[in-house]
């Protein structure tokens, strides 16, 4: 069987979000493909825009790259005729985001993390929007099995698209090892700090996390907010915050950082505090359980099944709620000890191993 894959969300530099998720598949499928080569009959063929970067899976007689052009429209024009003419043709083609080849004369399956652009439109820009809303109904309407991350998003899905419960599948994310941590006193905060780690963009919900560290500061007048993760889209509002709310002076942005660095400042934050509006999963909570942080997070959409009994949830829509759980957070020794014990648990229920084992079950499904 040849799976054909869209490999370009992992082909890139620095990988967030679908990114992270393609690639974490990507280096799983090869795993199982050098541990099976003679037996599995199982084949695999990465379409890409541009040559594979060196950390891509390297290829083999299983595992082979094609580079299909033109790079603009690829989804709509490139992809499709390349799928029609070129052979042998994959048997199921595997597109882990949400747009599908525009026409297809093979099964395909999409991946939709979330459906934020259908809850919250009036936080995207418009000509995003635009394809969102588009490309992804035709996707979903066309895709044999469309695989989501949550129980929650998939019921988004299901309700969105009107389509039965079987064409949508759940996979959980893993999380990415990391093979050693040194930790460098000097690249640290020197002072006590909450963390924030996700893309700049409205949903997030920074400024009301902003306003409500403002309300704490003054009784920790040692205390920052670190706020990790590149700009998005709509982000200038959550750049003038701390201005706004006169904490400038104690708010870090940090535009990317690499595996062990992050792994640093989850280690010795205080706590992770993630105020989403909406996710389709929320990784950060199992990279910051991981690491013995603390979390705080919403009690809305994908996040509880993320964070389990683990976390303390707060109502996003109330800054005095967050303010009020960063506190007892803050104050509470025995509580921080026990979130920890509880997320080291939690994590346990989480691997891209598992992920990428479900996602192949599928696929042969699909072809069968």
């Known amino acids: 069987m040849l799976i054909g894959i869209d490999g370009n969300e992992a082909n890139v530099e620095r990988r967030v979000g679908i990114g992270e998720y393609t690639y974490e598949l990507l280096?799983?499928?090869?795993?199982?493909?050098?541990?099976?080569?003679?037996?599995?009959?199982?084949?695999?063929?990465?379409?890409?825009?541009?040559?594979?970067?060196?950390?891509?899976?390297?290829?083999?007689?299983?595992?082979?790259?094609?580079?299909?052009?033109?790079?603009?429209?690829?989804?709509?024009?490139?992809l499709p005729l390349d799928l029609y003419f070129h052979k042998p043709r994959p048997d199921v083609f595997f597109t882990p985001s949400h747009y599908a080849p525009r026409f297809s004369p093979i099964p395909t399956a999409i991946s939709i993390m979330d459906l934020s652009y259908i809850k919250f439109p009036e936080l995207f820009k418009k000509s995003d929007l635009y394809q969102l809303v588009n490309w992804t109904k035709y996707s979903a309407e066309k895709a044999s099995r469309i695989f989501t991350i949550s129980l929650a998003s998939k019921n988004d899905i299901i309700q969105e698209y009107k389509l039965p419960e079987s064409r949508v599948v759940i996979t959980y994310p893993g999380l990415k090892q990391v093979s050693s941590i040194k930790y460098q006193v000097s690249s640290m905060p020197k002072r006590d700090y909450i963390l924030f780690v996700g893309t700049l963009q409205p949903r997030k919900n920074i400024v009301k996390l902003v306003e409500a560290f403002a309300k704490i500061k003054p009784k920790y007048s040692n205390l920052e907010l670190i706020i990790v993760g590149k700009k998005g889209w709509i982000y200038e509002d959550i750049l003038n915050a701390p201005k706004k709310f006169n904490v400038e002076k104690s708010?870090?942005?940090?535009?990317?950082?690499?595996?062990?660095?992050?792994?640093?400042?989850?280690?010795?934050?205080k706590c992770f505090v993630l105020p989403s509006l909406y996710e389709g999963f929320g990784l950060p909570v199992l990279e910051a359980m991981k690491y013995g942080c603390p979390v705080i997070v919403s009690n809305v959409s994908s996040l509880p099944e993320a964070g389990?009994?683990?976390?303390?949830?707060?109502n996003p829509e109330d800054v005095n709620d967050i303010k009020e759980k960063i506190e007892?957070?803050?104050?509470?020794?025995?509580?921080?000890?026990?979130?920890?014990r509880r997320g080291y648990e939690q994590v346990k229920k989480f691997s891209w191993e598992k992920t990428a084992r479900e996602t192949l079950k599928v696929l042969e499904e699909i072809v069968k």
């Open 308 to 314: 389990g009994d683990a976390a303390l949830y707060v």
């Open 27 to 78: 280096m799983q499928f090869s795993k199982f493909s050098a541990k099976g080569r003679s037996s599995s009959g199982r084949k695999f063929q990465i379409y890409l825009k541009e040559r594979p970067r060196e950390d891509m899976p390297r290829e083999n007689e299983i595992w082979k790259y094609r580079i299909v052009k033109p790079s603009k429209f690829w989804t709509q024009i490139g």
């Open 328 to 340: 007892k957070v803050l104050s509470d020794k025995n509580l921080r000890e026990q979130m920890v």
């Open 251 to 269: 708010v870090k942005f940090i535009d990317f950082v690499d595996d062990l660095k992050l792994a640093d400042l989850y280690k010795n934050a």
